[in-house]
DNA sequence: TTGAAAGCGCTAACAT
DNA sequence: ATGTTAGCGCTTTCAA
């Protein structure tokens, strides 16, 4: 049987549907309780729940947005996809979520769908990407927050969010230096990904404050995984002088430098000082626990729904306001870092 | 401006939206060849997509289904998400994720928007949860696919999938006793969790097979987090006789056992055998590389959704058909197993 | 204070 | 081979 409508509340309520739709949408204002105290009643008995895709058609609003990520298994995205749906579920917005698994083609097929269902905007922060999305978004103006991309201008309503390593790398370095290190090594992802880059350009920034050589610090191409780390520290072992302070890119390749360190009899942070970045939840509990560079995950998720709000409240009246914000990183402090070795 | 509708295609076509709505719904049948490219061209040049609001209405699809969980951090269920995309993609159907953050209410909140909005049926996969959530679903004739939850049958379209873990534990028992093990102990989760006791019981009646009676082997209450194994070893540690296996209800906990059992000099697989329970990625990685009972979590959300679209399917002619389905466990063997110690 | 009617963008009978 | 028309379930003028 067909689901109750309006309608259908209307007749046992004993009034028009339009009045139905008045106690929906809550305004009252001119209506005898009596009236809404019928309908309402009505409502009840009958169990009625409101057509949202019928109010949409009428409204132009679906409450409904998206967000695109790479992989949902990568714990990055588990908690920036926690920051959005907390924000959205605050708004009453329901959130569709688009795995493009590295795939260009996938994430403009959902991209396509994702307009023909009318969602009101869009997050993407796929680490693989295409202007063509956005081009395609834009086209059927439906804004858009992307996560570290350069967006070229193209009178859209995108907003970015950029992540900026260098404070809280630059809290790394300054700490390793006020323990007393003069060596060190970078453990960088693998080098054709931009934010690898960065982290390291950031390292050696850092670094050069304290007029520390850029040419003195080597870098040892990781995988971002445990193994990598492992692997990494066998090559650092083999050096001389041995450096005392390692950067990894991020918390796993540090956890497998300690793994393999402590195979190589080296001890951490006795002998060799760690610091990873990105504060994934294990380095907490790994051993000894990890100072590594917070990235702030939960708030990258809670920022870009909220700057996707702005555009959509926003290009109702005004041209619209696209808008750069940065997340920025710090250090936390654990105990895989200490006073460098005599 | 508003919107390109199907109205303004026919109207550059010099077509009715008639014919514009069969170029886009593939009935090409009867259509002059001429027609239909002058239709294309149309919605080429003016970049129209098709509303599927509008569509939905007249439909009554929306192509939409759900799923919630109780936390998208936890990485059990990024794999069973990442299993729901894949064959949603396939089909064309679009997920929204809802984190119910175990919160009841919350979770029925999300319910009431899911079923405003038309979905097509909900996967439930929140640890907890609550039959209102069915009752509800179920009045507005919405069909769902529940995880590892008893549904008293309320003549609703609910499937269930339960997960057999006796399988993969038993595997993992009957590998024990090949290796010569005869005094184990389990490491379980807090056994106020249906899925701890579970496990805890398939535990001991695998090793009731084997004649191990059941009173001599202790259960040390964890965390499943790796410092709930930590503190496990301790206890084992002070045990005597030394148990020379264990079983974890989780990976973490295993982890944490193997971890605490270095810095207290027994060595794994050497002196102790642990078997963790789960899978998960990080096991492989671990030094030493876990034994452990997988769970299928990925092929859990292909089975999810693939029974969700059965519902769908059967729910149009006949009565409905829900049903119950089993995943098995299975035993991955690492090397954090060896032949017990003398 | 409430109702009638038109319309949101599309599909599907029914005509032609 | 294509057009006309009547909805789908709701909101929103405009009247009354």
Redesign the pocket.
Known sequence: M??T???DVAKVA??????V??V??GNYE???P???IRVEEAIDKLGYR??NV??S???NRTSTVAILVSDVGNPFYADVIHGVEDEAFKKNYDVFLCNTNYDLNRGLAFIRSLIDKRVEGVMIMSSRMSDLWLAELNRNNVPAVVLDWEVKAMGADVSTIGVNYAIGIQAAVDHFIALGHQRFIHVSGPLHLQTARDRRDAFWSALARHGIPVESVPVIEGDLQIEGGRQAIKTIAKLSPQPTAVFAANDLTAMGIIAGARAQGIEVPRDLSVVGLDNIWLAEQADPPLTTVNLPRYEIGQLAIQMLFDLLDSSSERPSTPVRREVTTSLVVRQSTAAAPQ
Chains 1, 2 share one sequence.
């Open positions: 067909p689901r409508t309006i309608a004993g009034v028009s549907k339009a009045t739709s008045r929906l949408n001119y209506m005898k009596r009236t809404r409101p057509s019928a109010r058609l009428t409204s």
